[in-house]
Structures are given as C-alpha cells and as structure tokens.
C-alpha cells in the first residue's frame, strides 16, 4: 500500500476545502484553476526557533531570516528582517487510499541542540511515521537549509512538498511556475527557488484554496493536478519527493533560495554549512560576557537570549532590531489584496532601548551603538509636520515614530512621550561605557539629536498622546518617569545653564507643592484596598483634561471599546519612578501601589507568578489580556531598588528574584523563546509574539542587575 509524504507551505490547510468537493480527476497541464486564490494570512507567532547566519557589522551578504512554529516552518524574511517572503512550510502524510496527515497536527518535540540550533521531530500518533527537521542558514547566499530525517515505519510511503509563498510581505500578486529543479515564485524583483535534494517526481501549482496541494489529497489522498503555471496571485506548489517506497529512513535536504539562475544550481556541503552556522554564532557568544554562579538552566535560557536578540536586527540597516519575527495571532490576521501587516517585524524605540541596554550590559558595545546611530536616523526633523491633537497642537521634530519598518518608513504614527526619552537614556548608557578618549566624538555625534529629543520633552512633556502601551492619552507615571529622568540624564550631559534648565523643568514635575506626578497620578479615593495608589493614566477624559486622580474621570480600554473609571485601572507603570532613578525603592506610595497591584492584577499560575499590563486589558484571546512575562522582570529589579534604599536585605532579594528567573524559565517554551503573553492556568504561550524582544532583554537585565547588585538600567543612581 502507498503512503504519501508532502512538504506543505500552505497556510490555508484544514480551513479551506472549497474545491475538493468537486475535484477533476486529473488536470496535467497549462494554468492553474482558482485565481485569485483566498485573500492571504500569517502563520502562528508560537514560535520555537528564530534564526539567520550571524555576520559581522556592515556585512549583509547572507539576507535571510527563518521561523519555526507549530513543528513547521513559517515565515521566512528577506532581504530585509522586516519583509516577509513565506508563509509556512509542513509535510503532509498518506499513503494513498485512506489518510493523510499534515505536521502541525502530530506529536512534537522541540530538542535545542546549542544555543542557534535546535531539532524539531514531528511523530505519528499511531507510529506509522517521524519527521525531523534542522533549519539553518547558508554563509554568504540568501539560502535556507532544512536538513529532514523522515523515519517511515511501512512499505509505500510517498512524500510531496507544498510551497506557500507571501512574495514582498503580502499572498497576492504572486506568479508560480514549475522549472526542472523545482519550483520558481516572482513578483516584481523578489524571486524565489524551491528545490529539494532528492528531486521530484512529480510537481504542480496552483492557488491557495482552490488548487493549491492540500485541495488536491483533501479528497482522495492522491496528487492528481499537475500544472504548469499559476500567475498573479496566492499561489502554492506540490511536489513528490523523490524517494523509495519501502520503509526506512532517509535523510535529505529541502533548499529555499532567494536567487536566480545558475546560482540555483550551486552545490553545497551541508554538513559544512550547518558548521559555519553553529560557529559562526559560537564566536559571537563566545565574545560577550556571562553572569557569575548561573545554572546550567540560567545560562542556557541566557546565551539562548543573546542569540535571539541579535537574530533579530537588520543586516542592511545595522541597529534596527525588530521588536519580534512574527505577526500576533498571524493565522486570523486576513490581509485585503496587496496590503502590507506590520505585525512585530517592525522597530519600536522602546524595545530598541530595552534589547541595546541588554546587550550592551552583555559586551555587545557596537550593536548599542548601532542600534542609537538608527534612532538619530529616524527621528523627526524639522518640517517633519505636527501631532494635531486639538487643543493640543505638537510639532513632531525632536520626537520619534511610534514604529518603522528598517528603512525608517513610518508604520504607525502615534506620540509616546517615552519613545522620545529613551534614545537620551541610551546614549548615556553608551556614554558610561565608552573609553575616556572617545567620550567627546561619541558626544559630538549625538549632541544634536540630544538637544533636539530634551528640547521636544521639556516643552512638551510630561503629557502624552499615547502611554508604553500605546493606547491611552494623559499622564502616565511610566511614560512621565522616562520623560522626567531623560531631563536630568541630560542635566548630566550638558553641565552648562541649558542643562540646569532642564533639571529644573524636571524638578517642577517632581517636586512643586499640589502640581507634581503624586497630585497627578497618585488617588487618595480609589476603589482598591484603603484607596491609595498609582492610576495607570489620569487626564484621559480629553486632551485638555486636568490631572487629577481623584475626579472619576473615565479612560478609554483599548481592544474593547469600554470606558472605565480611571481609578479602577491599575498597572505598575509607577515602579518606573524607582527603575528609572526617580524614587528611591523604599517609597512607600510605590511600595503600597505594588500591594495593590500584586493583589489585583497578578496570578500565580503552575510554571510562576506573572502580571497583567493593566485592569481589564483586553489585547488577547477572546477579548482577555494575558500575563506579561517581561514585567516580572520589573517587579524584580525593583526588589533590587529596595535593596539599594536600605529597605530590603539581599537574603530577601535573592529570594524575590529566584522566584522570577524561575519564572522566565518556566513561561519560555521548548525552544526557550518567551512570549510576550502567557496563560493564567498552565503559564504557556498565548498566540501573541513569541518570542518577544523585549522580554528576553529583561531576562538579561535581571541578571546583569544581580550580578551588579544595583539595577543596570538606573544611570541616576
């Protein structure tokens, strides 16, 4: 009996039927039936694996950038971090007559090999077959590599591979062809080769939901379409891999290549390249530092970190680190023809703050430095137009983005104060770990998009269209504690008059009688314990609004159209007061505010103690914000900020933040990713952006601040 075996780059797959129904019982040549093809979607954020070849800075000769979720691989960018080239990639399993499966429906198992390598096997719930997979990068080519071992246990098994291609970050306009080697995808310059080392005995395209490969065995678990041709639209391929039909095991290669030509034809030693993948990676690891007394758990998940981080910067555009290589909850996020989803494949500054901080504290100076060079390119210039937020009227230059694709490209363009005091955060980092014989030409470098950001936050500031969770306007304590500690960051840097006036601008905010960030954000009258606390936001009735925490004033919840009395709305972006120099640890408003929270939007679950962003949060699976790993990281650091107030032993910190690394390792997943949203029952991954960025650098932070015994991210201290 037969047995097919299919490689599926599909992303339609179980949903889509509507041609199988009333399939030919053969079609062998000519165009492809179905275009359009359905409108295009992503794949699943879970992922378990990110990955390119590491070069050094300002070589960007191997482009490419892979994922792995659900046993399968998923999206593929080229040749930039932030433009999407594939969908996904699976096998599909049957023997002919009465079934077949596809990976991401069988058993997994994620083994992590080193920290760039991992091995992911796919098994038969009813042992009939295993699949495993190594995806790797090639040196100097724009070539992924996916080394397979499939393991078929009976006679007759026929393999075939379906290729779903999103050409320039989008499912339409794609062309499909089928070429001796395998199968060849264009739209406009971006051309793409699929090609396996066993070749193929039998290929077809087609378009997505009509008919692509998975219509095709849907009905009768047989490839019966061969065409030649699918143009311009959401295309797929099938091919049969070109194996015997006796059971055993076989190893070959599956090649993607973003090249044309002759260079498709190129022959590699995979072995080789699999070596200069893992070395190439060793040396960059091998280069940074590690923290003392780690377990082997600690150091794993950390070196893990490392590499994800810098897995996810840009080669052509150096220091442009993506927040995450993925789309949250990617399989419903439906595209209309042409139009291109950001998901996280895009730059924020404050992440770019978070992972440049972690990496700098970790050895890696230039990435840092990289990553500011990036923030002076894209910020707003003059003439750079205005935020019209009546009555509010806001020039945006000095200021930054919201987000940007690599090349600087606005995405979204909405004004968070933060965003604007991060990059003088940064710099100061840089500057308290440059040689003294370089500090001036580091100043001299940055000096004018330093004034211009303090300039922009002293005059504008501390109000804000848009808090760290880029949905409320007001005054927000995290958004005022990044702007506030920006001005005397930079009454650091200026030691002149101009930066007097900036330590006075946030000494006003701080310290004026009845008009400071306590009057502001502090509630005497809230709903929560003895009704002393830190809002999330006050002011967000309207843009002229006054700050006042105690009027019953209402803010808007993002994700779910409500309006919520703002003092029912908790978050801990207060504990930014004390992590970013403000308030010492001991602050009993903070320390009575993080009761608060603790009490109310905070669950133990099996694998840690996790926190929501805010009451009500509405940013997740069926209309529910989930638990945000990366603020652990927070609640612990401050744990160090009490310590270094006198106001808590290092026994008692130590213990705090055990329970937090602990945490970390328990929420990551089995290729060690961490996700920016875990459950409340079983503290595993949500469909949002795994791994998260910014989370991974608060994993690092956390221990560099351990390691230091004082909170790496205060410069104020």
Not at 5 to 21: D, H, I, P, R
Not at 555 to 567: C, K
Not at 670 to 695: C, H, R, Y
Request: hydrophobic residues 35%.
């Amino acid at each position: 009996m037969k047995t097919k075996f299919f490689l599926l780059l599909l992303g339609v797959t179980t949903s889509l039927t509507c041609a199988a129904a009333n399939k030919p019982s053969r079609l062998t040549s000519g165009e492809a039936f179905g275009a359009p093809g359905v409108p295009g979607s992503w794949a699943s954020a879970r992922k378990v694996q990110v990955g390119t070849f590491y070069e050094t800075t300002g070589a960007a000769k191997s482009p490419l950038w892979f994922t792995i979720s659900e046993g399968t691989l998923t999206e593929v960018y080229y040749p930039t971090v932030d433009q999407a080239q594939i969908k996904d990639s699976q096998f599909l399993i049957s023997d002919g007559s009465t079934f077949f499966k596809q990976e991401r429906d069988l058993k997994k198992e994620v083994t992590v090999l080193s920290p760039s390598l991992i091995k992911i096997t796919n098994s038969d719930y009813a042992g009939r077959f295993k699949i495993s997979h190594t995806y790797y990068t090639a040196k100097d080519s724009s070539v992924l590599i996916d080394e397979v071992e499939a393991v078929l246990n009976q006679d007759g098994l026929q393999l075939f591979l379906l290729t779903k291609p999103q050409l320039n970050n989008t499912a339409a306009f794609d062309s499909a062809v089928v070429n001796p080697e395998g199968f060849y995808f264009k739209e406009n310059l971006t051309q793409l080769q699929v090609t396996a080392t066993t070749g193929f005995k039998k290929k077809s395209v087609g378009f997505v939901g009509f008919s692509d490969g998975w219509q095709d065995l849907n009905r009768d678990f047989k490839m019966d379409y061969e065409f030649n041709t699918a143009t311009n639209g959401s295309v797929a391929s099938t091919g049969e891999i070109d194996l015997p039909q006796v059971a055993g095991t076989y190893k070959f290669y599956v090649v993607y290549r973003f090249s044309s030509g002759e260079q498709a034809k190129k022959l590699f030693d995979y072995s080789q390249a699999k070596n200069d993948y893992v070395n190439g990676w060793n040396t960059y690891l091998n280069s940074l530092r590690v923290p003392k007394n780690l377990t082997k758990d600690q150091s794993t998940l950390y070196l893990r970190s490392l590499y994800t981080l810098k897995c996810h910067e840009d080669k052509l555009n150096p220091g442009a680190f993506i927040a995450s290589l993925s789309v949250p909850w990617g399989e419903s996020q439906k595209e209309s023809p042409g139009a291109e989803i950001g998901g996280y494949h895009l730059i924020w500054p404050r992440d770019l703050f978070n992972v440049s901080v972690a990496l700098l504290n970790s050895g890696d100076y230039q990435s840092a430095l990289n990553a500011l060079r990036f923030l002076k390119k894209v910020q707003y210039k003059p003439g750079s137009g205005n935020w019209n937020l009546y009555p509010r009227i806001i020039p945006k230059a000095g200021a930054w983005p919201q987000n940007t694709w690599v090349t600087g490209r606005t995405y979204w363009e909405g004004f968070q104060l933060d965003q604007t005091a991060f990059p003088v955060h940064l710099f100061y980092h840089l500057y308290e770990k440059t040689k003294a014989n370089e500090k001036e030409a580091l100043f001299n470098e940055f000096e004018p998009m330093l004034t211009s950001a303090l300039n922009f936050i002293a005059t504008y500031g501390p109000w804000t269209h848009q808090e760290r969770w880029e949905e409320n306007f007001g005054i927000s304590p995290s958004s005022f504690s990044a702007a506030a500690s920006a001005l005397i960051i930079g009454s650091k840097i200026f030691k002149n008059s101009y930066g007097q006036n900036l330590l006075n601008v946030a000494n006003h905010w701080l310290y004026t009688p009845n008009d400071n960030i306590d009057t502001w954000t502090y509630t005497t009258t809230g709903v929560y314990g003895d009704g002393q606390y830190y809002l999330r936001m006050a002011g967000g009735s309207s843009y002229d609004a006054p700050w006042n925490p105690n009027d019953r004033s209402s803010i808007h919840i993002a994700n779910s159209s409500q309006r919520m009395a703002q003092e029912k709305v908790l978050d801990q972006g207060f504990l930014q007061l004390s992590l970013l120099g403000l308030k010492p640890g001991s602050s009993s408003l903070i320390k009575k505010s993080k009761d608060v929270v603790d009490q109310n939007i905070s669950v133990l679950t099996p694998k840690g103690r996790g926190w929501y962003r805010y009451s009500f949060d509405a940013y997740g699976e069926e209309g529910k914000g989930r638990l945000w790993p990366l603020l652990s990281g927070e609640h612990a650091r401050f744990a160090i900020e009490r310590y270094s107030s006198n106001d808590l032993s290092w026994t008692n910190v130590l213990k705090e933040t055990s329970a937090v690394i602990d945490s970390f390792l328990g929420f990551a997943n089995d290729g060690l990713m961490i996700p920016e949203q875990v459950f409340e029952k079983n503290g595993e991954g949500t469909g949002s952006a795994t791994p998260l960025a910014w989370a991974h650098a608060e994993y690092i932070k956390l221990l560099w601040s351990l390691e230091a015994k004082h909170n790496i991210e205060n410069v104020l201290r």
